[in-house]
């Protein structure tokens, strides 16, 4: 059972925003936190605000994209003629994050080009490779962190009636230390950490948690006369949804990266059909029979991709491409330029319909439908890759059940 709570005591005395934001897991209080990209835009804020009036100032507000307001203090204030740079400490609350602790600076300076333009400096990773949200020689700075960042300065500069541009330099000292212990050299980012974060605030949840909210949205779901369940590991799968079919979100269950678990307790509480709708970087894994698909529990992407690509009779050059490609986003572009990507897709979700069933053992049946978002925009359409052979009776028996069809 997960809570909202009051602060945990023993935190800190200085006042973030997050006294009130804390969650009980497994009977223990466990505090929220806040993002790199967090820190990133309130540092910037600071030293615009800094750079533009004058006036020094050690505390920042910042609202964040999930709603929370933050008041986080500034440290290491350098103040140049025509720039200021300062640092905002990450605090990751009880998530287990490397990054936590750590300083994250921005330099703001003038500049007489319009804009506010956003860079990288010391330990700031840099993108080598493609398929990762910035393009390769771009620093690994992600698209919200620099959205918070521009709309914080944009709003300054109009209210000091300040014409001119700014540029923001972020840099993290030990950035490329604590980048060893990440996934970025893995996945082509060198030479430091990446600036990330979609709701600026970092909460903290045990798989058993996770496992027990799941299982209790599934009974209300089972309980309220559904019997043909949609199902989406997390927010792609709802933004695709909401896009391209006519189904209510408010009945979608998140499973996040529960697939077998999810199955099995759909099964037990006496559902009789699941659809998935997912992103396929999450249920390639599941073409492999691999139904916890975070990360750290297994990957297998590539490998179980090139295996569907031989099937779909891809030759050796593809295949070593594709199983040195660091996404599947950059796989499926491969597979699409070398004209593999339908057949390939025809042997995914063979298999993907094979494990599916093979884990319910026939109790309920079980069905998907893959797309990728990028895949989409190429293509000027929604991005579906591909569905199991009964997806579209499982979905006809949702809308119907749902009352969007007669």
Not at 19 to 47: H, L, P, Q, V
Not at 216 to 223: F, G, M, P, R, S
Not at 225 to 251: A, C, H, I
Not at 338 to 351: H, I
Request: hydrophobic residues 35%; negative net charge; glycine residues 10%.
């Amino acid at each position: 059972m997960t809570e909202l709570n009051n602060p945990s005591p023993g935190v800190s005395p200085w006042k973030t925003g997050l006294e009130n934001y804390s969650k009980t897991i497994d009977n223990k209080k466990m505090r929220f936190g806040y993002t790199t990209g967090s820190c990133a835009a309130a540092a910037a804020k600071a030293a615009a605000y800094m750079l533009l009036t004058g006036q020094e100032t050690g505390c920042v507000n910042l609202i964040t994209p999930k709603g929370i307001q933050l008041h986080l203090e500034i440290h290491d204030i350098r103040q140049e003629p025509e720039a200021v740079s300062c640092a905002v400490e990450k605090d990751a609350g009880d998530d287990p994050d490397i990054t936590n602790g750590t300083w994250i600076y921005a330099r703001v300076s003038r500049q007489k080009e319009k804009g506010i333009q956003i860079t990288g400096g010391t330990g700031i990773g840099i993108v080598t490779k493609p398929g990762l949200e910035q393009p390769p020689g771009s620093y690994a700075i992600n698209s919200v962190p620099r959205q918070m960042i521009a709309e914080e300065l944009r709003q300054l500069c109009a209210q000091q009636e300040y014409a001119g541009g700014l540029k923001v330099e972020l840099s993290v000292p030990r950035g490329e230390e604590l980048a060893v212990h990440t996934f970025n050299p893995r996945l082509g980012i060198e030479g430091g950490i990446s600036i990330l974060g979609t709701t600026g605030i970092v909460e903290p949840m045990s798989e058993a948690a996770l496992v027990s909210s799941i299982r209790l949205e599934l009974n209300q779901q089972i309980q309220s006369g559904r019997k043909s369940l949609l199902v989406t590991p997390g927010n792609y799968g709802q933004d695709f949804l909401k896009q391209n079919l006519p189904v209510s979100l408010e009945r979608a269950v998140k499973c996040s990266n529960f697939i077998g678990e999810t199955i099995d307790m759909a099964a037990e509480l006496g559902a009789e059909r699941i659809l998935f709708v997912s992103h396929i970087g999450k249920f390639i894994k599941v073409a492999g029979g691999i139904f916890q698909t975070h990360s750290r529990n297994a990957d297998a992407r590539m490998e179980i991709l090139t295996a569907n690509a031989v099937l779909a009779g891809a030759g050796q050059p593809l295949l070593t491409e594709l199983m040195q490609a660091l996404t599947t986003e950059e796989a499926l572009r491969l597979l699409e330029e070398t004209g593999y990507l339908g057949k390939t897709m025809e042997q995914v979700t063979q298999r993907l319909a094979y494990h599916l069933n093979r884990r319910s053992y026939g109790k309920i049946d079980c069905g998907a439908i893959v797309f990728s978002s990028e895949y989409g925009k190429r293509n000027h359409g929604s991005g579906e890759l591909g569905r199991t052979e009964n997806a579209e009776v499982i979905l006809e028996k949702i809308l119907t059940q749902d009352g969007v069809l007669g």
